[in-house]
């Protein structure tokens, strides 16, 4: 009797404990797994009506790694002296651990209190196990035809292409760069492939482990998405992976590979946008240009690269850099403002202009990148008339056609001419500290930069000029990021430290203050 | 005498089938011992023994064996529709099983003028649950385990006497107390114990009594500038590299004693002559420590904002530091087992000085009090005056709340009650009332 009871209950109890939720729900389909890779698994874009940029990092606008801008070459903070507003919020304040190189990124600028610190490399871990979970139960989902199976095989790739995107990021962000000869032997991050909650302490693997991940999962993500078309530009397609490996291969100094992948995506993507040829009135860096291949993430840097005091603007470094007068760039990338007297960030539209979205400042793909890539490569690598190609097919499509001549330099000459056109022309898209980190350990033609950086601190007081109160600068302090500096990479947050007794802090030098000025 | 059994089913638990049910059972007994003629007596009004013991799961609701999204709206810019992860899979979760034994011994003796209950019980918890810190490198940084095993175990006594009971004058006195304890034994161990877990006193650590929580041990303010001093091994700081977070926090820190009381309890007592009534309620609690609420928010010392009063007799000038242990509020300094050169070579033992003042020894006092938490006069007009005003009851009554507490001076207003492990609240204020009952 009781076997019979208990037997019933047994065979009934599955449908007995269904369940039922509005919004809630188990995998059930390859469809399910899409929309979390897209919702949970991509970097995720700022949702507001207007673009606010990083210095409102305060209202949780997610805003992933903002001061990648912040701590290369390419920015400084103005230090205006007149009566003109200042920036709402202080995005120097906010980074300024990170801004001015301090051993401890979250450190405030009092030095009395430490912040967070751990906000990326959580967001990026999470991210990551999306991505392992994705990749774990994807293989398990039903297909009933060929389409079932082309969809699934893409959203494997495109899993696979973000471990990989994430991978590249954290260790680029917290572990030195990839040099050939050491990389085995250098700290990486630690590495987590699994599905599965791993109870234990890490360890961190090392960079060529981490470097060998990446290559692997590109290499499935190349071939599981071989067969699939551009859905958005939202969404990772083959370019996007062809690319992003160029990019690997070019960071790892392996040249012929890096050349390989970038001609791939020339390929495939062969169009620039001429910047001879703009409409009146068009914006370079939208979601219509013509040359994108990718973006993931928030964009709307140009609201915190602003002439306003307290607040960041192009560098005179950067600007410099833009030295042919012929350079369209000037005009539609970095502008010369005559009623602020300094250059303006203008790729986005105009700082003032919040209310357009574009592509991602953190994570954009363009095929300039891919004849940058080429030109670099096959320089290094010797090849300087494939070199010498690709930098030109760029430069006729940047330098105003009727005074463009081609660059002829050969050697390093065009080595560093390369370096220094990839930096005009992805100026403030992520790329500039990645790269002064790796042609820091470049086995072909190394080089390194001191970068330096201010801070003023300004009291709010009457302006009998402008009948008025204003804030005006009272005291300026200013530190130095030295040549092969320790801080060209950061810290392992502290509060991973604290639980992660296993994992190994990167050692940075202390920050003196090496110039004050007083006003 | 009374049984019953039933089986739980649930689906939140792993793949395993075997594991969705569990069967629910217990046993429950009366016994009026009165009723046995070798105990029964005249004075005994009535001798009752109640014995229980059962079995029961528990599951959580947030937790699912297989991974739970959460389906979102279009989005705007993909235009297309995105899930989140709502809960991660957690397939290795299983009932957390509670088996409980309860007794009880109630009587009434000479004519109710004594009468107790007394209840005893003894709960164990197999595979209690835990949320347990786990690396970040998960992405997630905390999640459930089945832990170990959870044993409570306590009594309660209650007991009400009336010692006079006469026409006019009737006193009557009641009292409880309670007390419970507990012990686990989980699996993780003591790593898992945090430098938090010592300083509110939620890690076991042997041969102390559970509930033990640490402190810095203060040494007294520098005579230069006011900032407070501990003995936090500095000095010999390499005698503490490569020690587990255990053995370092609890050689480092010092025990201040428990944070529950050993007994608590109220005694209240009725006294009725004629129409007046008085009552006295006390309430008191005895063995357990405190820490006083932080004497520094944040790190820094911000004076547009509201400090504690006992910055009044802060360090002010070398010579103070004899006088007073309230520090300059102007001594931030970040500790040095949390600088970056230290490298993990040890564990964490504070971030900053002003941490370390606020769970520091001297902010820890004596948690006993005894506090009256009513004292009331009611005055019953007589029926026989009211029923001519057509009027069943007439009362006045005079009440006050929360009269007087003794308890250790140095708390300073801080209420017994709480300690620095909580929110800070209002202490209690004396409260008065004067009521008037009328019924018709």
New interface residues.
Partial sequence: MLGVLLSLLTATSCSFLEEYSQDKSYVRSYTDLDELLLGDGYMPICISNYHIGISYDLLEAPWYYPYIHLMADEVSENIRQDASSAAIADARELYFGYYTWQPEVGINVLGNALGEEDKDWNNIYRHINIANMVIAAIDDQRAENEDDEREIRRIRGEACFLRAAWYFTLVNLYAPPYAPQTAATTPGVPLKTTEYIEDKLYTRNSVAEVYALILDDLALAEESLSASTRKSVYRADITAVELLTSRVYLYMQDWEKSCEYARKVIERQPGLQNLNTMAAGQIFFSQDLSELIFTMGSGGLRSSISNLKMDFGISPDLYAAYDDPNDLRLEYYIKYNETDQAPEYVKEGSPSDLNRRTPSANFTFRTSEAYLNLAEAAACDGDDVTAREALNELRRNRIRSGSYTDVTLSGDELIEYIRNERRRELCLEGHRWFDLRRYMVSTVLPYTKSITHSYTTYEYVYDPGSYSYTYKPMQTIEYQLEENDAAYTLPIPHEVLEYDTEISNNPRPERPVINTITY | MNANAR?D???KFGDQ?NE??LPVWSVSGNYNLAAHDAVKRDWIDYLLLKVSYGLQGNMLDDQSP???????PI????????????T????NLKWEKTSSFNAGLTFSLFDSRLQTETNFYHKKTRDAFLS??????????E?V?NSGDVTNYGYSIALTAIPVRTKDFSWILATNFSKSYNRMNTRPGEEQY?LENFLNGTALVDGQPVGTFYSYRFLGLNPSNGEPLFDDWEDRQDELKGLT?YECYTRVLTPSGLREPTIAGMVSNTLRYRDWRLNVNLTYSLGSKIRKFKLFE???FIPSRNVPAEFNDRWRKPGDELTTNIPNPDC?R?HYS?G??M??EM??IA?NNMDMYNYSDIRVVSGNYLKCSTIGLTYEFPQEKIARMGMSRLAVNVAANNLFTICSPELRGQTPQQSGFAQIELTDRPMFTLSLDISF
Avoid: C, H
């Fill in positions: 089986f089913g649930s689906n089938s969705k049910l297989v991974m739970i999204i959460s389906q979102q989005d705007p810019v993909y235009n297309e529709l995105v899930s989140k992860m709502d991660y899979p957690n397939p347990k810190r786990i690396s970040s490198v998960n992405g997630i940084d999640y385990v945090e977070k944040g790190t820094a931030y970040g949390s970056s050169s490298n993990n564990p964490i971030y």
